[in-house]
């Protein structure tokens, strides 16, 4: 991994201890939308591993946040000739994701979109190799319904928070996933829990 990637990384990993620290000395921290809420290093190493199985892959990205996913979906898009298609509803934290990325030297790789992601998905003409779920969860299944249609053979969904915090929501995505036509998945006890997903393969 280049010095500069992991420079960058380094920074968001200080952040996500920081927080982790507030949180456990039960320091108020009320707006959530102000947090990392990060998928952690133990998720981005495996969807960076996921996407480096793949050959010049269309990468979609649902929740940019600050960008640590994103910086990690990056990596893996540039090394292997692909791109990454990021969507975020604040653009404060699409603008802080797109200068992290520029300082990693992976900007050149990223399409940042500002916006609902089901009117994004909507728009969007492309098609996908690998999406990474991780906004809002009761936007999981509207956003499943909007991108499956737009899945090449072979490609992969990683949907993050699945055990925790998990729930009904999470539950219902989750059987939701599983009546998709050509739709295979499994849940990992990785960071948060993650459902690793593949479409179109038998």
């Avoid at 952690?40 to 010049?56: E, F, H, M, Q, Y």
Wanted: with cysteine.
């Amino acid at each position: 991994m280049d010095a500069a990637v992991k420079t960058v990384l380094d920074i968001y990993h200080a952040r996500i201890e920081e927080e982790q620290r507030l949180r456990d000395a039960g320091m108020g921290m009320k707006d959530l939308d102000r947090l990392l809420l990060a998928v952690g290093p133990a998720t981005g190493r495996l969807i960076n591993l996921l996407v480096r199985s793949l050959v010049k892959p269309m990468i979609l990205e649902l929740g940019t946040s600050y960008g640590y996913s994103t910086l990690w979906l990056a990596e893996a898009a540039k090394a292997t000739g692909g791109r990454v298609l990021t969507m975020e509803l604040q653009d404060y934290k699409a603008g802080h994701a797109r200068e992290m990325a520029q300082q990693a030297g992976l900007a050149s790789v990223i399409d940042f979109q500002v916006g609902d992601a089901l009117q994004l998905l909507d728009k969007t003409e492309l098609r996908f190799d690998f999406v990474l779920v991780d906004l809002w969860k009761d936007l999981y299944e509207p956003c499943l319904d909007r991108f499956h249609p737009k899945l090449n053979a072979g490609a992969i969904i990683v949907s993050d928070n699945m055990i925790r915090p998990g729930g009904p929501v999470a539950q219902r995505y989750r059987r939701a996933l599983l009546r998709k036509p050509g739709m295979s998945s499994v849940l990992l006890p990785v960071g948060s829990g993650i459902e690793v997903s593949r479409y179109g393969v038998d």
